[in-house]
């Protein structure tokens, strides 16, 4: 089970979103994690398609989150990129075989695919509960509060 | 994120070893849910390794499982069969780019790489809590109580 590489490039530029009023230009986004220009464009589109960031053109043309910080969830990030299927799919070997139960006594999910269900849904729960907002603070306090100023800056200093 | 589909038939295995105190021969393993014999062998090897079911050779060779059933988890069973790395894995992308931070300065995990984790320890907790016992039990109760009965009765009546 591994999760798409993207998910941690997308999960630290809506933090360095969340610190900027203004759009920012996808060659920005590339230049501060070190991604090639068709990774950091690939990751941005799944990410306006899932509705957390908008693009806009013009002048200083970029991207902005479209809510506020502390209302898009990790889960949400994580899901634009890595998809929202569930990690385990049952495939009902339960009405395979010899003992095979007939499809229409399996309207329940099997115990088992319940019993996956029910760790997915403690997955999904931890990183629905944890908004970009807290990370940017998490990420901020680890460096006692430096780090989002020094984004920031950067941001402004490199705006053109 | 996709978890091996191996993962189904092991559960469901390990929960048909739990009714045998005979060994079941890797042929019936595979009879019962439809799996072809190399499939059947390489997990089989998987949960060996594991330390989960062990195999005994002689006239009814065939494999049991190494412990009670109450005391496997389903967790020890997924990673049998498709590892215990987590499924995030953080390229350390903060050290990377203008603003990167010096490698010495990153020895506690990122804020996000943090985050991920929590999720992925909330999710192996649901499967450490659940044994193969409880899939068992579980299973049963969905069939009113003839599942497991009707697989005992068919690992009897195949033996030879
Ligand atoms: S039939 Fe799919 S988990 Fe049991
Ligand atoms: S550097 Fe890997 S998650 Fe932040």
Same mark, same amino acid.
């Given at each position: 089970?591994?999760?798409? =590489? #993207?998910?941690?490039?997308?999960?630290? &530029?809506?933090?360095?979103? &969340?610190?900027?009023?203004?759009?920012?230009?996808? *060659? $920005?986004?590339?230049?501060?994690?070190? +991604?090639?220009?068709?990774?950091?464009?690939?990751? @941005?589109? *799944?990410?306006?398609? *899932?509705?957390?960031?908008? =693009? +806009?053109?013009?002048?200083?043309? #970029?991207?902005? @989150?479209? $809510?506020?910080?502390?209302?898009? &969830?990790? @889960?949400?990030?994580?899901?634009?990129?890595? #998809?929202? /299927?569930?990690?385990?799919?049952?495939?009902?070997?339960?009405?395979? #075989?010899?003992?095979?139960?007939?499809? /229409?006594?399996?309207?329940?999910?099997?115990?088992?695919?319940?019993?996956?269900?029910?760790?997915?849904?403690?997955? =999904?729960?931890?990183?629905?509960?944890? =908004?970009?907002?807290? @990370?940017?603070?998490?990420?901020?306090?680890? &460096?006692?509060?430096? *780090?989002?100023?020094?984004?920031?800056?950067?941001?402004?200093?490199? $705006?053109?």
């Amino acid at each position: 089970m591994k999760m798409s =590489s #993207g998910v941690e490039w997308a999960l630290h &530029s809506c933090v360095t979103l &969340s610190q900027s009023h203004e759009p920012v230009p996808a *060659a $920005r986004l590339a230049e501060l994690h070190g +991604t090639p220009p068709a990774y950091t464009a690939k990751h @941005l589109q *799944a990410l306006s398609r *899932a509705g957390i960031v908008r =693009s +806009t053109m013009g002048q200083v043309g #970029g991207y902005t @989150l479209t $809510r506020p910080a502390s209302e898009i &969830s990790a @889960l949400e990030v994580v899901q634009a990129i890595d #998809g929202d /299927e569930p990690a385990y799919r049952c495939a009902e070997i339960r009405q395979r #075989g010899p003992l095979g139960i007939p499809a /229409e006594r399996c309207s329940r999910p099997c115990a088992i695919a319940r019993a996956m269900a029910g760790a997915q849904d403690a997955w =999904s729960h931890a990183l629905a509960q944890t =908004s970009i907002a807290d @990370l940017a603070a998490d990420i901020d306090a680890d &460096s006692d509060g430096t *780090a989002m100023l020094d984004v920031r800056n950067w941001l402004t200093a490199t $705006r053109n």
